[in-house]
């Protein structure tokens, strides 16, 4: 039986992966390669004297999977670069339809520290963290609340003695009677101290939790993993206008909103209360206008509607009366001939009587001639003057 050349081959998901893997040819695979990164202990244990453990980049988040002997594994320490031996390797995962590259080690040439420190791969990862979070728009947070008429309250830790508040209250201006602005002395150079004061204030339900200092050096407190990672917790939307604009730190990088200095804080707040002050001004002037236009198209709706039902009636009403005319003529004509007719029937009745009167006359006349008896006559009078009342009255 002959079979057709152009009917497509069916494979099976596991034939394609295997079809893939076998197809999969690279020139290092063959032969053994040197590599080096950043050793990570594997979730799983022991197969058959292995382990699966993870050599990640050093500056990146880039990583790859090695299977490495037991007594290898002996000698490595978590966190640390390790530049090992080994050849490529693929494997096949059929239920995850995916083709793993993976390194078999085969010896350890050189273990060394980091070239990145345990404070920095926390200061990656809690940027990184942040990044995932996402970054708060403070902006449009402020601006809801003034379009709402909601109070927005601001608490700004500020040093000892500091005295930019009066730098921040100053470019507030005419809008510091909205914002509900309150200043909290604390040592910025104590970690504890800034940590309990943002956890306190967070605690507190404030909108916005601002750190604000001066010019000047000694920036590093900023940079405190411990700090920096309390920032990103907050429940409330976190602020820094920490004055100095050429070394910006890992606080001000992972804040909602960063200034350079703490008069530049006070003017973005002015800034935004006046012109959303004047966007909603302008919004509800369109609203009065638009509704103005309605309104009116409405009233002269009606008022057309009003016209054609006025128009209607009249139309109405000439109708009516013409028709009442139209029945009243009908009338009258109906009456006047009925009367005609009446006054026709009595001439004829009396026509009828005066007849009858006629030819009683001859009747009598011809009975004198002939000297008929008077009692007679006039019974037959009578009798003819009955007849005629009956004629007339019928």
């Known amino acids: 039986m002959e079979t057709d050349s152009n009917a497509p081959l069916i494979y099976s998901p596991s034939a394609v992966l295997h079809l893939f893997n076998n197809s999969l040819n690279v020139s290092p695979a063959k032969k053994l390669i040197q590599l080096k990164g950043v050793f990570q202990f594997g979730k799983g244990g022991n197969y058959s004297g292995y382990f699966y453990d993870t050599l990640r980049d050093e500056s990146s988040d880039a990583q790859l999977t090695i299977i ?23 494997r096949v995962v059929s239920n995850a339809s995916r083709i793993d590259i993976q390194l078999t080690v085969t010896d350890l040439v050189e273990q060394t520290q ?16 942040k990044a995932q979070q996402g970054f708060r728009d403070v902006h449009s947070y402020i601006k809801e609340k003034i379009v709402s008429e909601q109070p927005f309250r601001i608490a700004v830790i500020i040093g000892k003695t500091g005295i930019i508040d009066n730098d921040i209250k100053h470019q507030l201006r005419e809008s510091i009677a909205f914002y509900d602005l309150s200043f909290h002395r604390i040592s910025l150079s104590a970690e504890t101290e800034i940590i309990q004061a943002m956890t306190q204030l967070d605690n507190e339900n404030y909108d ?8 000047g050096e000694n920036l590093d407190i900023f940079n405190r993993t411990t700090i920096v990672e309390k920032a990103t917790q907050l429940k409330s939307l976190f602020v820094t206008a920490i004055g100095h604009k050429d070394d910006v730190t890992l606080l001000q990088k992972v804040a909602d909103k960063s200034f350079i200095t703490p008069s530049e804080f006070g003017q973005f707040l002015n800034e935004t209360y006046n012109h959303t002050v004047e966007e909603v001004q302008n919004s509800r002037a369109q609203l009065v206008d638009s509704v103005k236009k309605q309104l009116t198209a409405n009233f002269q709706k009606e008022i057309d509607n009003l016209k054609q039902q006025l128009t209607a009636t009249e139309q109405l009403k000439k109708q009516s009366t013409e028709d009442l005319e139209k029945v009243y003529q ?21 026509k009828v009587y005066e007849q009858q009167v006629a030819a009683y006359k001859t009747q009598v006349d011809t009975l004198e001639k002939k000297g008929v008896n008077w009692a007679l006559i006039i019974i037959a009078v009578i009798a003819g003057l009955v007849l005629g009342y009956l004629l007339k009255g019928h």
């Open 68 to 90: 490495v002997p037991a007594l290898i594994r002996n000698e490595l320490q978590p966190n640390k670069t390790i530049t090992v031996n080994g050849f490529i390797t693929k």
């Open 114 to 129: 980091n070239k990145y420190s345990d404070e920095e791969l926390k200061r990656i990862e809690i940027q990184q963290a």
């Open 208 to 215: 916005v939790i601002v750190i604000s200092r001066g010019g």
């Open 330 to 350: 009908e009338k009258i004509k109906n009456y006047t001939e009925q009367q005609s007719e009446a006054q026709r029937l009595q001439g004829e009745r009396q």
